[in-house]
């Protein structure tokens, strides 16, 4: 990315999303973030060197995605790059996960990838130039327990952009899909935990695991994504897990929960045994 180049960032407000707002204003790009936590998009702002187009909006209503499109078109004159990256997630079982939690998760991590991609894509076209990079999860590859809603979400992420691959030849813009392994973010303390595993897992202790667990962090995550669109990947898989989990489920298409789950219950060993010992 150069500089005086344009790029959208949904879900800039923590994590990944500020973390790509951050390297991109290294890089002099001009910044539109976007974010439905106002605070956390000061935050931000307070870690940019340059100021930043500040929106204050909820990703899964389409009427605040298009006018965000349309303002941006207005102040900015184009956009070169479009990161549809806000989400969140639900810890339930799929026999007791709700119908509400399971359409909060759609609503945002889906149909605001949907609506970030369709407000911004013709004016893309029309320029015959432009990335958009919609943010799937390596859950987008894996199913995972309890995490159905999640899983689904990003599927359908994935799904709905690899058509984009083909639709979008010869236009001279690009979809990417983007798969981060564990990245170290607040996503689990966001999450709406409703069931815990039957270990009697709590939100606590399951926000302890994933800390320890994920090994990327949100800075080393937008370097490897930042490389990836300048590469001109397609498809861009972030961190060690998800290079590792992506090639077993590919070795492995029926047996890969087996395999994680036999890893799984080795890891939770250490740790009891660790525990004990202290
Ligand atoms: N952290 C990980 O391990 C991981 C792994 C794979 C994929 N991801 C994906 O990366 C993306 C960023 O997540 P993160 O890990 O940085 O989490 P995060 O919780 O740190 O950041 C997510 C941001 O999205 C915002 N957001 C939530 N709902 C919104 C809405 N309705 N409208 C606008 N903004 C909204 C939140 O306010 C927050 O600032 C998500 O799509 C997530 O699913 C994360």
Redesign the pocket.
């Known amino acids: 990315m150069k500089a005086g180049q344009v790029a959208v960032i949904?879900?800039?407000?923590?994590?990944?999303?500020?973390a790509l707002a951050q390297l991109l204003d290294s890089r002099g790009c001009e910044l539109v973030l976007?974010?439905?936590?106002a605070s956390?998009l000061d935050e931000t702002q307070a870690a940019l060197k340059r100021k930043a187009t500040i929106q204050t909006?909820?990703?899964?209503k389409r009427e605040q995605v298009e006018a965000l499109a349309a303002s941006v078109e207005q102040q900015h004159g184009h956009v070169d790059l479009v990161v549809n990256?806000?989400?969140?997630?639900v810890h339930d079982t799929v026999e007791h996960v709700s119908y509400e939690d399971f359409e909060w998760v759609m609503?945002?991590?889906f149909w605001?990838v949907v609506y970030g991609t369709k407000a911004f894509l013709p004016a893309m076209v029309k320029r015959k130039s432009g990335v958009i990079a919609n943010?799937?999860?390596?859950?987008g590859i894996v199913g995972w327990p309890l995490q159905s809603a999640?899983n689904a979400s990003?599927f359908a992420v994935r799904g709905f952009t690899e058509v984009l691959w083909r639709e979008l030849k010869g236009t001279g813009v690009r979809a990417v899909t983007?798969?981060?392994?564990?990245?170290?973010?607040?996503?689990?303390?966001?999450m709406r935990f409703r069931r815990g595993s039957t270990d009697g897992a709590n939100h606590d202790s399951t926000t302890r695991l994933?800390d320890k667990m994920?090994r990327?962090t949100?800075a080393q995550c937008a370097e490897i994504i930042v490389g990836g669109l300048e590469r001109g990947d397609k498809r861009i898989l972030?961190g060690a897990d998800a290079v590792m989990l992506d090639r077993l489920q590919r070795t492995s298409p029926t047996g890969y929960p087996s395999v994680i789950e036999y890893f799984e219950k080795r890891v939770e060993a250490r740790h009891a045994k660790k525990k004990k010992s202290t």
């Open positions: 949904t879900g800039a407000g923590s994590g990944i999303g500020r976007a974010d439905v936590n956390g909006l909820d990703v899964s990256n806000a989400g969140v997630t609503n945002i991590n605001g943010v799937s999860s390596i859950f999640y990003k983007i798969h981060p392994g564990g990245i170290k973010t607040n996503i689990v303390r966001s994933f994920a990327t949100p972030v």
